[in-house]
């Protein structure tokens, strides 16, 4: 069974710096691997979709990369913003969609 | 035009009652689920139909009964509520092929508070 974790659990950083959220999954057969945001008392907002053939995408300041043979995924956010804060999920594909618990990212200004 | 919604988005009811939230996608998608996300925030799949077939079906209480009337509809009836069902119910939509999974679209959610 897919288990998907996440790292860290909470991140603090000031505005304008560069940072990294880890997401990790036991089950490298996997179809794609998907990040979302998702603001307090909201749904989540689908971030980057990275298929399994694919090894990075790419969003304005946002980069997700997928390296399935070591069942990890990053997503790297550049020069961030308070409007970035949010909990940051990652979910990976086999036959569902299955979540990691998130990182829950603040960005003080 | 709102991709997933689902109704009601806040519901307060007593312990023991029967109740249902309704999900509708205008993606034509085939595939549609629903997740559950307690209190510590962790989102966790109860079902999942493709073209109104029931594919995914977690360890859910029977409590809880999926109803797809067509593809682009999925219903979650909740009978006999506890406290434990509190929670927030997302409905999410995808396409699915061959195995292969589409991306995920999500619904506001149904924030359920049981009483």
């Known amino acids: 069974k897919q288990e998907v974790t996440q790292i860290p659990a909470a991140l603090s950083v000031p505005e304008g710096e560069n940072l990294v959220l880890n997401c990790s999954f036991t089950?490298?057969?996997?179809?794609?691997l998907q990040w979302f945001r998702q603001d307090p008392g909201k749904g989540l907002t689908s971030l980057l979709l990275?298929?399994?053939?694919?090894r990075e995408q790419t969003s304005g300041r946002l980069n997700a990369s997928l390296d399935k043979s070591s069942g990890r995924s990053t997503l790297y956010i550049a020069a961030s913003q308070p409007g970035d804060s949010a909990t940051y999920l990652c979910?990976?594909?086999?036959?569902?969609?299955?979540f990691g618990a998130g990182t829950r990212l603040t960005v003080k200004p | 035009d709102t991709a997933v919604s689902q109704t009601p988005k806040y519901l307060v009811t007593q312990m023991g009652n029967d109740k249902s939230i309704k999900c509708e996608q205008n993606?034509?998608?085939?595939?549609m689920y629903w997740y559950k996300q307690d209190s510590k925030k962790f989102l966790k799949i109860m079902f999942s139909?493709?073209?109104?077939?029931?594919?995914i079906n977690e360890t859910v209480p029977n409590r809880f009964s999926p109803k797809s009337p067509d593809k682009a509809h999925l219903n979650l009836h909740i009978n006999s509520l506890e406290l434990g069902d509190s929670a927030v119910y997302f409905c999410?939509?995808?396409?699915?092929?061959?195995?292969?999974?589409?991306?995920?679209?999500f619904g506001e959610g149904s924030r359920l508070t049981v009483l």
């Open positions: 999410a939509s995808s396409q699915r092929a061959s195995g292969y999974t589409g991306e995920l679209f």
């Open positions: 089950d490298s057969a996997i179809y794609n």
């Open positions: 990275i298929q399994s053939s694919q």
């Open positions: 979910a990976v594909a086999n036959n569902d969609m299955r």
């Open positions: 993606l034509g998608h085939d595939t």
């Open positions: 139909y493709n073209n109104k077939e029931l594919i």
